[in-house]
């Protein structure tokens, strides 16, 4: 480094100096100009010695720095080599996905429908069965009104009567809820 070629240099001096013959007589006013001048080298060889330190310290954080940003480099070159292959297959699975969407979608109306015509049977069945039941009421109604009497028996068919009434309009309701569910999912 620079700071140890000026010692050698300010070292040979020194030596020169000291192969003054002893005959001659020193100049103390020379001496001290020399000292200062030494004084002042060894100064400048501590700050270059400094900055020697700095330089090197901070070459090492650049060198650090730059061994990161390699490092975040490759990341960002494997992340985007990735987002790159997602993309692809996004692409590839989204045209998949649309079709199978596309033929749910087409179908769901279809599947509404025959829902709706499963209930409608269904309720059928049970209105049937209700039918069955009630025959068989007015049929023990019957029998045992005819020992009782028939002023009894004419009420008690009066209110069977209002509440199958009462039932018929619920069903006719239902039924015609069904009908426009079954209209509505048709549009």
Do not use: C
């Not at 730059?66 to 975040?72: A, G, H, P, T, Y």
């Not at 409608?120 to 209105?127: L, M, Q, S, Y």
Request: hydrophobic share 35%; net charge negative.
């Amino acid at each position: 480094m620079k700071w140890r070629e000026i010692l050698e240099e300010i070292e040979e001096k020194i030596n020169k100096e000291r192969e003054i013959p002893k005959t001659e007589e020193i100049d103390f006013a020379d001496f001290k100009k020399f000292s200062e001048d030494i004084a002042a080298l060894q100064k400048k060889i501590f700050e270059l010695d400094q900055k020697s330190i700095k330089q090197d310290i901070m070459f090492e954080k650049i060198k650090k720095e730059l061994s990161d940003l390699s490092m975040l480099e490759e990341d960002i070159n494997y992340s985007q080599e990735k987002i790159s292959k997602l993309e692809k297959r996004v692409e590839e699975d989204l045209s998949e996905n649309l079709l199978h969407l596309e033929k749910k979608v087409n179908i769901m109306p279809e599947l509404i429908e025959e829902k709706i015509k499963a209930i409608t049977a269904e309720r059928f069945k049970v209105v049937k069965e209700l039918d069955k039941r009630l025959d068989f009421l007015e049929e023990q109604v019957d029998r045992a009104f005819a020992t009782m009497g028939f002023v009894k028996k004419s009420s008690f068919l009066q209110e069977l009567k209002r509440k199958i009434e009462n039932i018929e309009k619920s069903y006719s309701t239902l039924s015609e809820k069904v009908n426009r569910l079954l209209n509505e999912s048709k549009l």
